[in-house]
Antibody
């Protein structure tokens, strides 16, 4: 059973850069897409973007200009950076594995989530 | 972007009752791209149903999914105490993948 664990600062100042890392264990990072999804307090889920193990990426257009997702296969990690953060970026950030085959697409494994608060 | 609208926003039921949750899509979604998740307070979402109908590993058979096109349904046949949570539908027929606003099943 693959496990994911987010890590990074829980408090970021406005206008600075939010950085999180997700470590994958119990399975290989290869041959999958790896995603970041966030949830503002008391609200729903928003897809931020994903990275394939080869390094190719796709981002939500609503955040594209501020987001970078990268992968480090040797360390079984992938990372998220969000620049120029504001209070609106305060959320629980989840990393998740995207599974797909010929019959279905879905997120089958999730990290526990990391609360990031943007405040001075 | 495909917008998913879930109804009702809140469902007030008792243990042992049947819950019927709806998910409407702004554009037709192939069943293979529709999933349902359960989120208990303070926890990450958990995959319940994928491909609109298939239960994920370890999910009890009281959970079932149905529907096609723009209308999908999650049914919980007999509510157990641990089923009181928020449920989200999600699509990946078109990028970006999107989630519905959620249905809270409360006692």
């Amino acid at each position: 059973q693959v496990q994911l664990q987010e890590s990074g600062p829980g408090l970021v100042k406005p206008s600075e850069t939010l950085s999180l890392t997700c470590t994958v264990s119990g399975g290989s990072i290869t041959n999958y897409y790896w995603s970041w999804i966030r949830q503002p307090p008391g609200k729903g889920l928003e897809w931020i973007g994903h990275v394939y193990y080869t390094g190719s990426t796709n981002y939500n257009s609503s955040l594209k200009s501020r987001v970078t997702i990268s992968v480090d296969t040797s360390n079984q990690q992938f990372s998220l950076q969000v620049t120029s953060v504001t209070a609106a970026d305060t959320a629980v950030y989840y990393c998740a594995r995207f599974y797909f085959d010929t019959s279905a697409y879905y997120y089958d494994s999730w990290g526990q989530g990391a609360l990031v608060t943007v405040s001075s | 972007e495909i917008v998913l609208t879930q109804s009702p926003a809140t469902l007030s039921l008792s243990p042992g009752e049947r819950a019927t949750l709806s998910c409407g899509a702004s554009h037709s979604v192939s069943s293979k791209y529709l999933a349902w998740y359960q989120q208990r307070p303070g926890l990450a979402p958990r995959l319940l149903i994928y491909g609109a109908y298939s239960r994920a590993a370890g999910i009890p058979d009281r959970f079932s999914g149905s529907g096609s096109g723009t209308d999908f349904t999650l049914t919980i046949s007999r509510l157990e105490p641990e089923d009181f949570a928020v449920y989200y539908c999600q699509q990946y027929a078109m990028s970006p993948p999107t989630f519905g606003g959620g249905t809270k099943v409360e006692i």
